[in-house]
C-alpha cells in the first residue's frame, strides 16, 4: 500500500525512498485503478508556459514552495502516460508502468534547474525512462544478465536492431556495437543469453507453436514521437546556441565554462575544479565562481532564443 503521507501520487509502495516533497492529488484526477479515467483526467491538465514554467521552478528550488512543485508536476503527468505506453510490449501493466514513471517525474523536479536553458519536459524525459527500465529490469527474468551499463543499452536495443534476421553477421555486429558504444564481445554475449532457451521470455499460448515474446514488439527508439522531439530541440540548442553563447564569452571565461560544464562526463569524471582554475589562472577559487557565474548569466540571455 503506498504511504500517502509521504506521496499523494498514485505510486505504489517502494524500497528506495520517495522525493523529498509531497504532491496534492486533485480530486478530479481518479485513481491508477481506473486507468482511462486517470488518462483522460491527466491529459485535460493545462500545460504551463515556459515564463509559468521557470517561476514555478524557481519558487520551489529558492523557497521549496511545495505547491510549485506539485503543479510542475501535474502538468507534466500525461508526458509520464506517452512515455509509458512505448512499454507495452514487455508485457507489463500500464498503469505499473506510469507509477514508476510518475516517482521519475517528482525526482526530475526535485532537482531541476530553469537556469540551464532547457525546458522541463526534456529535462524530466531520462529520468522518467529511467525508472521505467529499472522497474522493467526488476519484473523481467533477463535481469540477472542485463546488470551492467553495457548489457542494459543491448537489453533495450539489441532485438529492435536484428530487424527480423535469426542472427547477427561479422558486420552487423560491429555496427552494433559502435551504435551503442559497446565492446563486440557484449554483443555476442548477449545475443546469445536473449536468444537462448534457458533465458527466453514465456511465450504466449502454450499450443507449442512459434510465439513472440513480449521483447519481440520493441519499438525502434529513434522512431519514438518524444525521442524525435527531444533530439530536435537538443540538436537545435547544442549546435546553433551553444555554440553562440560561448562565442560571446572572452577566453578565460569561455574556458572556465568548459572545464566546470562542458567537460565533464555522466560519471563525474573530466572538467577541473574552481582551485585547479585558480590554481591556473592565479587567482582565488572565489574569483573563479564569480567568472564562472557572469559567464553563466551572459550565455542564459543568449540561449533565452533558442529555448
Do not use: C
Not at 44 to 64: S, V
Not at 247 to 276: C, F, Y
Amino acid at each position: 500500500m503506498a504511504d500517502t503521507s509521504v506521496l499523494s501520487l498514485p505510486v505504489a509502495s517502494r524500497k528506495q525512498p520517495a522525493p523529498s516533497f509531497a504532491v496534492a492529488f486533485p480530486a478530479q484526477v481518479p485513481s491508477l485503478g481506473n486507468l482511462d479515467a486517470y488518462i483522460a483526467a491527466v491529459n485535460r491538465m493545462p500545460m504551463l508556459t515556459l515564463d509559468d514554467e521557470r517561476a514555478l521552478a524557481q519558487a520551489w528550488r529558492e523557497q521549496q514552495d511545495r505547491d510549485a512543485a506539485g503543479r510542475l508536476v501535474m502538468s507534466h503527468l500525461r508526458v509520464v502516460v506517452s512515455v509509458a505506453r512505448n512499454y507495452l510490449g514487455y508485457g507489463l501493466p500500464h498503469a505499473d508502468l506510469i507509477q514508476e514513471g510518475n516517482v521519475g517525474l517528482m525526482k526530475a523536479v526535485r532537482r531541476f534547474d530553469p537556469a540551464q536553458g532547457v525546458r522541463l519536459v526534456s529535462y524530466a524525459l531520462h529520468w522518467i525512462k529511467a525508472e521505467i527500465h529499472e522497474y522493467i529490469l526488476r519484473n523481467w527474468r533477463l535481469v540477472k544478465v542485463a546488470t551492467t551499463k553495457a548489457q542494459r543499452k543491448l537489453f533495450f536495443n539489441l532485438r529492435s536492431m536484428k530487424q527480423g534476421f535469426d542472427g547477427f553477421h561479422d558486420a552487423e555486429i560491429d555496427a552494433v556495437a559502435r551504435k551503442l558504444d559497446v565492446k563486440r564481445s557484449d554483443v555476442i554475449e548477449m545475443e546469445q543469453r536473449m536468444s537462448g532457451a534457458d533465458i527466453a521470455l514465456q511465450p504466449v499460448g502454450d499450443d507449442g507453436g512459434d510465439a513472440f515474446g513480449p521483447i519481440a514488439y520493441l519499438s525502434a527508439r529513434a522512431d519514438e514521437p518524444d525521442a524525435m522531439l527531444e533530439a530536435r530541440a537538443q540538436e537545435r540548442l547544442q549546435r546553433q546556441g551553444l555554440e553562440q553563447a560561448l562565442g560571446e564569452l572572452d577566453a578565460r571565461s569561455r574556458r572556465i565554462v568548459e572545464q566546470r560544464w562542458l567537460a565533464v562526463n555522466d560519471d563525474g569524471s573530466g572538467g577541473k575544479t574552481l582551485h585547479e582554475l585558480a590554481a591556473e589562472y592565479g587567482v582565488s577559487a572565489e574569483r573563479i565562481r564569480q567568472i564562472e557565474t557572469q559567464a553563466m548569466k551572459k550565455m542564459r540571455r543568449s540561449l533565452a532564443a533558442y529555448s
